[in-house]
């Protein structure tokens, strides 16, 4: 492919940082843009998870954000901010650079340095000299908020693939995910004592089967109940006979006790697969080693944006991370 066919910025994630990453592409004079969406429509996520009426923030949790890049949105309804973001696209006039139903399955760069991206449509493979990857954060696990010991770090997992046969195992999750590992554990068989974890004293997040198979389980004593608290802290135990030692887990009704693993099911399936096979570094919360001041990873030319990179899921904060990015880019594309 010749270069005047090969797009100056291929963006994934039609979400608040893809989005706004278009838009900054247009007023940073760079047209050659594409923008590759999974679902038939811009913020995907704000239309299936948002419940109608309620409010888009320009704050997260307490944290907040001061805009310093081109798009901008008035605080609002979930509807009011939709159409604040057609609104945007239509201005700007970039409505044919989204390309809705095409699920991006890989990245990599090739011998030339430019970056040839698989999508199942009829595009196939796409390329581009940059990439922003903007594919959000639903599913990535949370991060709790109290520090994971160094000691004990390979025994704080994110799934059962460390898990041995006999381990006394806590499970901290109150999803479907965490109700699969639970009573997955016990099904398996191979002598694991297993105990759910869910800060909340009742199972509402579950869907029907797994809900029924968890509360069954516990009544039968199957699997053991910490329900209605959350957890303090962990730390190592103290002079364990095993190395590396095992977890102390600290509750916040001042009860403790001691694992031979804990898991952790606190969102569904992660981005982590994808990021990886696009050859970026990741931190043992599944998220990209960037330059906070550019969004580039490790990788050169190929940027992460938005809820991806942090535990903070602000649409303002993705708005600033895709001004960044192209900004960086606009100027190493010259």
């Given amino acids: 492919m010749s270069l005047d066919k090969v797009f100056d910025i291929a963006i994934i994630g039609a979400g608040p940082g893809g989005v706004a990453s278009v838009i900054e592409a247009k007023l940073a004079g760079i047209d050659k843009v594409i923008c590759l969406e ?158 759910l974890n869910y800060r909340r004293a009742e199972i509402t997040r579950m869907n029907p089967t797994n809900k029924e198979i968890v509360e069954r389980y516990i009544k039968e004593g199957k699997i053991h109940s910490k329900l209605g608290v959350d957890i303090e802290k962990v730390e190592p135990v103290e002079d364990d006979e095993v190395t590396p030692p095992r977890v102390k887990v600290f509750y916040k009704d001042g009860t403790t006790d001691v694992f031979d693993r804990v898991v952790y099911a606190l969102g569904g399936t992660s981005p982590v697969d994808f990021l990886k096979n696009c050859g970026i570094n990741l931190n043992e919360w599944g998220e990209p080693e960037h330059n906070e001041e550019t969004m580039e990873t490790n990788v050169e030319g190929l940027y992460t944006i938005g809820d991806v990179v942090t535990s903070a899921g602000s649409i303002a904060l993705a708005f600033n991370h895709a001004y960044q990015a192209v900004q960086d880019i606009a100027k190493k594309l010259k």
Wanted: aromatic share 10%.
């Fill in 38 to 195: 999974k679902s038939d429509n811009h913020h995907d996520m704000i239309r299936k998870f948002y419940k109608p009426g309620k409010r888009v923030d320009k704050d997260w949790q307490g944290k907040k954000f001061e805009f310093i890049g081109n798009v901008t949105f008035d605080e609002c309804l979930k509807e009011e901010f939709l159409e604040q973001m057609d609104k945007k696209i239509k201005d700007h006039g970039v409505e044919d650079k989204f390309k809705y139903n095409h699920h991006v399955y890989g990245v990599e760069k090739n011998s030339d340095g430019i970056f040839e991206i698989g999508a199942d449509h009829e595009l196939g493979v796409i390329q581009a000299k940059k990439v922003i990857v903007a594919i959000g954060r639903m599913g990535k696990p949370n991060k709790p908020g109290y520090k994971f010991p160094g000691k004990i770090r390979p025994r704080l997992n994110f799934n059962l693939d460390k898990v041995q046969p006999g381990e006394k195992v806590l499970v901290v999750g109150g999803g479907d995910t965490a109700g699969e590992y639970a009573y997955g554990l016990v099904d398996m068989d191979i002598g694991c004592d297993v105990t």
